[in-house]
């Protein structure tokens, strides 16, 4: 059985610097003071589309003080992206986009030359250029973030930032909100040293850095965590400190980090999965008792694994500063179980292009039409994260 939990510590103190990187133009400084919010209950620099840079760290803040997740949702093309802005429309909150490096590809073509994770770069490049023109017609913040990236995945990394400085000089700001390591297979040491390198050129860009610290157990885009030793899937706390200290010390460092707490990708049996959020309380109080500056939830957290928690346990962990919960195998499951309705409903009209209980010489054109049953998914996906972001307590967050 694969055991893992991974949050999302985001340290405020190392926090984008204010007007370090984000004057750009005397405008938008002023605009911060005079101009009407977007969101009446968000904070001001949130607003529709893409959230980047500090904007992102500000509703990231904001979640943790009033305590709502935001749902992070792995997608593999443009119906599942949609999907979660019209969800996020509907339930009146934030959305995180998440491509993984194999979801990235499927974006490219499964036929479209990946060596050298080409293809896996030009999906997710060209999906988050997707999204950065169509966010704001849903009039919600939507972080454009990647998934976990081990070692040997860094070269997809360092195509996506290559992308990032590319979109960065045009724009003045970053094509992805964030970006994920997850080098918790390596020592603490060697875990956090990469991270640190990463976060040297994140930082220059105003990109956010997830880092995982232990093992999310379970099965996800084809990496394997289910024999993991049982230790490993629960973090401690000098290890979260160790990581807070280290990223720390990058000018306009931004991080969050996701931490182990018996959480697991995929959905089992009930009882094979011991989830502690406890662990998340008492890393918050470490470390606050370390930085000794009356800050009682220094950390921001992220949630993998949280396909068949209870909501009880995600509460529990919303109160220890849970600012996402990564969402994929049910949303899996609803694209799919939509498609499914929708066959079983119109199965007479989909076996020939002519002929159904109309008529033998009725057209079954419109039942066909690809965007019949993608809709369907899609309409499914995005009542499910409906139920997740009420989960979360993320629902109506925005006015
Ligand atoms: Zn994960």
């Known amino acids: 059985m694969k055991l893992a939990t991974a949050f999302l510590i985001l340290a405020p103190a190392a926090g984008f610097a204010p007007g370090a990187t984000y004057s750009r133009s005397s405008t938008s400084l002023q605009m911060s003071s005079t101009e009407t919010k977007a969101f009446t209950k968000m904070p001001a620099s949130v607003k529709p589309g893409v959230v980047t840079g500090k904007a992102?760290?500000?509703?990231l803040d904001h979640a943790k003080k009033e305590g709502f997740a935001i749902p992070?949702?792995?997608?593999?093309?443009?119906?599942?992206?949609?999907a979660c802005m019209e969800a996020a429309k509907k339930y009146g909150g934030p959305i995180m986009v998440t491509f993984s490096k194999g979801g990235g590809q499927f974006i490219a073509g499964k036929a479209a030359d990946n060596a050298d994770d080409k293809a896996s770069i030009a999906g997710c490049v060209a999906?988050?250029?997707h999204v950065h023109e169509v966010a704001a017609l849903y009039g919600v913040p939507v972080v454009l973030h990647t998934d976990h990236c081990q070692k040997a995945w860094l070269p997809w990394m360092d195509g996506l930032i290559a992308a990032?400085?590319?979109?960065?000089?045009?724009?003045?700001?970053?094509?992805f909100s964030s970006h994920m390591l997850d080098l918790s297979e390596e020592p603490l040491e060697e875990n956090i040293a990469i991270c640190k390198e990463y976060m040297e050129k994140f930082a220059k860009l105003d990109i956010l850095l997830e880092f995982?610290?232990?093992?999310?157990?379970?099965?996800?885009?084809?990496?394997?965590?289910s024999d993991v030793d049982s230790a490993r899937l629960y973090t401690q706390p000098e290890e979260v400190f160790y990581a807070y200290e280290q990223l720390s010390q990058v000018p306009n460092a931004a991080f969050t980090c996701a931490a182990s707490f018996g959480n697991v990708h995929g959905v089992y049996a009930p009882g094979n999965v011991e989830l502690k959020p406890v662990i998340l309380h008492n890393t918050q109080k470490y470390i606050s008792e370390k930085l000794g500056n009356g800050d009682d939830k220094p950390m921001k957290f992220v949630f993998h694994?949280?396909?068949?928690?209870?909501?009880?346990?995600?509460?529990?962990?919303?109160?220890?500063?849970?600012?996402?919960?990564?969402?994929?195998?049910?949303?899996?499951?609803?694209?799919?179980?939509?498609?499914?309705?929708?066959?079983?409903?119109?199965?007479?009209?989909?076996?020939?292009?002519?002929?159904?209980?109309?008529?033998?010489?009725?057209?079954?054109?419109?039942?066909y039409d690809p965007r019949m049953m993608l809709r369907a998914g899609?309409?499914?996906?995005?009542?499910?994260?409906?139920?997740?972001?009420?989960?979360?307590?993320c629902v109506n967050v925005l006015n």
């Not at 995982?212 to 965590?225: C, I």
């Not at 694209?335 to 008529?359: H, M, S, T």
């Open 56 to 59: 992102l760290v500000d509703l």
């Open 72 to 82: 992070g949702v792995n997608v593999v093309g443009t119906n599942s992206i949609n």
């Open 127 to 129: 999906a988050a250029k």
């Open 164 to 175: 990032n400085e590319e979109f960065y000089k045009e724009k003045g700001y970053p094509l």
């Open 212 to 225: 995982e610290l232990g093992v999310t157990g379970g099965e996800e885009d084809g990496v394997d965590n």
């Open 305 to 367: 694994g949280g396909s068949g928690s209870s909501v009880e346990d995600i509460r529990y962990a919303i109160e220890a500063g849970v600012i996402k919960m990564n969402i994929d195998t049910d949303t899996q499951w609803a694209f799919w179980d939509g498609v499914r309705e929708y066959e079983a409903k119109n199965r007479d009209y989909l076996q020939g292009q002519i002929g159904n209980p109309d008529g033998a010489d009725k057209p079954n054109k419109k039942y």
């Open 378 to 393: 899609e309409e499914k996906m995005a009542e499910r994260l409906c139920q997740a972001a009420d989960d979360l307590k």
